[in-house]
């Protein structure tokens, strides 16, 4: 093989240690600030529950903060891909809002360590819940968004009532991210809550309510 080959591999092997090593740390990091607490978590703690050497932490992180940005900046990307997924108008308004609901919440609850963390530090320290980069980019904003669209739409349609489409938006997406916040009891099944909190939308909108979730199969994760 020539040394060109034998360089690039090598870059190659390094880039995947490096990605494996960064994995851990966040998986770790994970795991313990859900577990313990942010604060009471040691960067210490994180690199040998990652089984790393402490030093290999500042290799990929600032600090604490960073780490959790990254856990965050993973989670809000999934969360992405359903609000911003954007609305398949070839179906009915009610369709694409229950379909919107299922994903979310099922989206949500498989982060919801993550963002019960997330409330519980906004909380504590009394800021506001808001992305880096405004409050355009948040998820609240993004997800109100999202539903203000659809139920503008089915207005306009004649499928849900005269209605303000922001106000109902608003009412809407408060409920959807209460799946998000540290209160919600976790006993409580997903798909119970989803078909719940949908029925309870539509009802607002005025919606005929479906005999059945019109959960759209082929986007949910892993299929």
Do not use: C
């Not at 359903?82 to 308004?93: E, I, N, T, Y």
């Not at 938006?169 to 209460?178: A, K, Q, R």
Request: net charge negative; no cysteine; glycine share 8%.
């Amino acid at each position: 093989m020539a040394v060109s080959g034998l360089t690039t591999e090598s870059e190659t092997r390094l880039e995947r240690k490096r990605a494996r090593n960064r994995d851990a740390l966040l998986a770790s990091a994970r795991v313990l600030f859900t577990r313990d607490g942010f604060e009471e978590t040691t960067i210490a703690a994180i690199a040998e529950e990652a089984d790393l050497g402490f030093g290999t932490f500042y290799r990929y992180f600032t600090d604490k903060e960073a780490v959790l940005a990254a856990i965050l900046a993973d989670a809000g990307l999934e969360m992405d891909e359903v609000v911003l997924a954007g609305d398949d108008v070839s179906r009915p308004a009610a369709e694409s809002l229950t379909n919107l609901i299922h994903r979310f919440i099922e989206v949500g609850s498989q982060n919801r360590d993550v963002f019960a963390l997330w409330w519980q530090l906004t909380i504590k320290r009394g800021e506001r819940p808001e992305a880096p980069e405004g409050p355009e980019s948040s998820l609240p904003f993004k997800l109100g968004q999202a539903v203000r669209g659809i139920i503008s739409r089915g207005v306009a349609a004649g499928e849900f009532d005269e209605t303000d489409p922001l106000f109902a938006s608003y009412f809407i997406t408060s409920g959807l991210l209460f799946v998000l916040g540290p209160y919600r009891p976790s006993e409580h099944d997903d798909a119970a809550f989803a078909a719940h909190t949908a029925e309870l939308a539509l009802r607002s909108l005025g919606a005929a309510i479906p005999h059945t979730p019109a959960v759209d199969d082929s986007r949910r994760r892993g299929r």
